[in-house]
């Protein structure tokens, strides 16, 4: 039996990590395994590698992914669809093993129509994907979250001033909530409450009053301000699927709070530091455990499921199920957004 792997859109700690256990799990149980470069671009192209276990020696702790990755989608390159099964057909692949977000997997899924065999890994740092606790990469950019955050208190405690850190998460704002908690920040802003620049405000003022002299807010890149257009975007133009860069909404909450107060309020946007590095041991256990688990799946014969882990199983999910709607943050998590205020 052969598997193809492809890892897809923005990649996050721990990809590798499941790249070697895809591989060393395969060879154990008889399947051997191919790379595609670059995502669905390789599975297009013919970019193909194979993928031993030497090839996956020594990348458990590497960050990225060594297959590389892209934002290609086959549904919008003129008979793309077919140019993956011509791919999977020269290759002598059997089934497809997709890592990557709800885009990535989406492809998986609508490929299935055309006869494609496939199983879906959840890897977004924005762990925004249904039917599992936890996306690989979430733990990781947690961590690093956590670290900024920790930073800037020791240098906000210097001075009279409010920081405002901006984390990725376009439509659901773990990060932000969960780093929030994490790290202590003073105001969290996620996408699915819209924000009050007033109400940021008289939180900030409110702590002055209690001697405090320097504020935190952490702020998804998704979070939108009341009796605005919607969320704020770094560039408009779209990409193959359809999402526009956001970016600058930690500098807007600025502008408008210098407007109204008499202290320094400097912005930090974690960008790509919160998505680069070394995974964390529990996505790096995840990821081992997902990437074997994805090859048991197809040794049973279940296709088109996602690697899903609930509680401490990991379970095969129907993939059309898990990618139906976005995973916003549970509702009975969101008491942690103003528990302190
Ligand atoms: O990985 C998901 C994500 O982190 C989103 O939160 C963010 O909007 C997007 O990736 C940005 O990725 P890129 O700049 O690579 O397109």
């Not at 599975?43 to 960050?63: C, F």
């Not at 202590?184 to 002299?213: M, T, W, Y």
Request: contains cysteine.
């Amino acid at each position: 039996m052969r598997a193809g792997v492809l890892t897809g859109g923005g990649d996050s700690p721990g990809i590798n990590a499941a790249l070697r256990s895809i591989v060393r799990f395969g060879c154990k149980h008889g399947v051997d395994i191919v790379g595609f470069e670059e995502g669905w671009k390789g599975a297009v192209e013919n970019l193909v590698r194979p993928l031993t276990p030497i090839d996956v020696s020594g990348i458990l702790h590497v960050g990225g992914t060594i297959l590389r990755s892209s934002r290609t989608n086959p549904f919008r390159i003129d008979d793309g669809p077919q140019k993956v099964i011509e791919t999977l057909s020269v290759n002598a692949v059997d089934f497809l093993i997709a890592i990557g977000g709800d885009d990535t997997l989406g492809v998986a899924h609508r490929l299935g129509e055309h006869g494609v065999k496939a199983i879906g890994i959840p890897q977004t740092i924005d762990n925004d994907i249904a039917m599992t606790d936890y996306t690989l990469g979430f733990s990781s950019a947690l961590e690093a979250i956590t670290d900024a955050l920790d930073r800037l208190h020791t240098t906000a405690a210097s001075h009279h001033r409010v920081l405002i850190l901006e984390v990725m998460g376009r439509d659901a704002g773990w990060l932000s909530l969960m780093g929030g908690v994490a790290g202590g920040a003073d105001v969290i802003l996620i996408p699915e409450q819209r924000f009050n620049v007033d109400s940021i405000f008289r939180k900030i003022k409110r702590r002055e009053h209690l001697k405090k002299r320097f504020s935190i807010v952490i702020i998804a890149e998704g979070a939108e301000p009341e009796g605005t257009e919607g969320q704020v975007v770094e560039e408009a133009e779209v990409d193959a699927f359809g999402h526009v860069r956001l970016g600058g909404v930690g500098q807007y909450v600025a502008n408008q709070l210098s407007k109204r107060m008499q202290i320094p309020v400097r912005v930090t946007n974690l960008a790509y530091l919160q998505r680069g590095g070394s995974p964390s041991p529990f996505d790096r256990i995840l990821a081992t455990r997902f990437g074997a688990a994805s090859i048991e799946f197809a040794l049973e014969g279940e296709f088109d499921v996602m690697t899903a882990i609930h509680g401490t199983q990991i379970v095969p999910v129907p993939l059309g199920d898990a990618l139906a709607e976005m995973r916003p943050v549970d509702e009975g998590l969101l008491y942690l957004v103003d528990l302190f205020e």
